[in-house]
């Protein structure tokens, strides 16, 4: 792990308001754990990286998640997990 740019920035939102909408679930923590890394860190293969924004202008539509450019809204675990899932095998 390391802090080298990746092929996919995952965003997500450090504000308690989204990143703990879902069930009281921690959305950061989820997104960590599909991805195999921590916070600010970059995969081993230098595919995914992922950043904790204070806001991303998303707020009433959390837990919500940006790849690069991309915004996702209204997430579940779930969804985000079909999200990231469908990024590893492309
Ligand atoms: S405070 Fe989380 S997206 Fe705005």
């Known amino acids: 792990m390391n802090q080298m740019p990746a092929k996919y920035i995952i965003r997500l939102c450090s504000t308690p308001a989204c990143?703990?909408?879902?069930?009281?679930?921690?959305?950061?923590?989820?997104?960590?754990?599909?991805?195999g890394i921590k916070p600010r860190e970059?995969?081993?293969?230098?595919?995914?990286?992922?950043?904790?924004?204070?806001?991303?202008?998303?707020?009433?539509h959390a837990p919500s998640m940006m790849v690069n450019?991309?915004?996702y809204q209204d997430l579940t675990a779930d969804k985000a997990r079909q999200v990231l899932r469908q990024l590893k095998s492309a």
């Open 19 to 35: 990143h703990k909408t879902y069930r009281g679930e921690d959305f950061i923590r989820i997104v960590a754990e599909e991805l």
């Open 42 to 60: 970059t995969s081993a293969d230098g595919r995914f990286r992922l950043e904790i924004a204070d806001c991303m202008g998303m707020c009433f």
């Open 69 to 71: 450019e991309e915004r």
